[in-house]
């Protein structure tokens, strides 16, 4: 990608949106773009972060392992959305890993020139701030569901977010595409690949969602925001 068009996909990130042509020259100067194949890590845990990612096409899993070879997946990250820009204001030190579910496009952004420009831009900084003031919140709603939510109101509230955030990206289907594994899903809500299954066929089978390989379709999204009968 040449720095025009790194700069068209920069001016569509929140974060960055009307941003003065200057300061988003400065950012595509200094960004690459990444082909990763499915199953590729782009960083272990412990890394020195020198940037910032933005995925182009595929999805990327964020996740922790632990000595005894334990995964937690701490977030599923999909097209068009970032990771890292708070990593890059910390330490600078990765927290966890990232691999790819599927062969994707990264766009890397320089931590040099990503904090140039929050430093520079007041508008930039305030929406960083929001963006990980959203995260934390996530965060704790995640906390939450893990502490004092039943397995059932995990996995629709799962699908509802899921849902949701297709929404806000312009997409009005009811399908929500999981990721390659059970098992990675069912990381994330901190469930068993068993206890998810076992909850995805009982919506089915409720007439709730229909499921087709990795596609769950919504087919009475009334009743799964009432919790599908949980």
Not at 41 to 62: I, M, P, T
Not at 160 to 171: F, S, V, W
Request: contains cysteine; aromatic residues 8%; glycine residues 6%.
């Amino acid at each position: 990608m040449d720095a025009y068009s790194i700069a068209n996909v920069l001016n569509r990130m929140p974060i960055f949106q009307g941003l003065e042509a200057e300061l988003l020259y400065l950012l595509s100067r200094g960004g690459k773009e990444l082909v990763v194949s499915k199953g590729e890590r782009v960083f272990q845990k412990g890394d020195r972060a020198h940037g910032f990612y933005f995925v182009l096409e595929g999805r990327f899993k964020l996740a922790f392992i632990s000595s005894r070879g334990t995964e937690k997946v701490v977030e599923i990250v999909h097209q068009n959305q970032s990771f890292g820009e708070s990593v890059i204001l910390a330490d600078g030190i990765w927290p966890y890993y990232s691999q790819a579910l599927m062969d994707s496009r990264l766009l890397h952004v320089p931590s040099s020139a990503f904090l140039e420009v929050v430093s520079a831009d007041r508008g930039a900084a305030d929406m960083l701030l929001r963006n990980m003031a959203r995260r934390l919140s996530q965060l704790f709603s995640d906390m939450e569901a893990f502490c004092l939510l039943t397995s059932r109101e995990r996995v629709v509230g799962y699908l509802l977010r899921e849902i949701e955030q297709k929404r806000q990206r312009g997409d009005d289907d009811m399908v929500v595409e999981l990721p390659d594994t059970k098992a990675n899903t069912a990381s994330l809500l901190n469930l068993t690949p068993e206890t998810f299954s076992r909850i995805i066929h009982t919506l089915e089978r409720e007439e709730i969602i229909a499921v087709s390989r990795r596609k769950v379709v919504v087919r009475d999204l009334s009743r799964l925001q009432q919790g599908g009968g949980c």
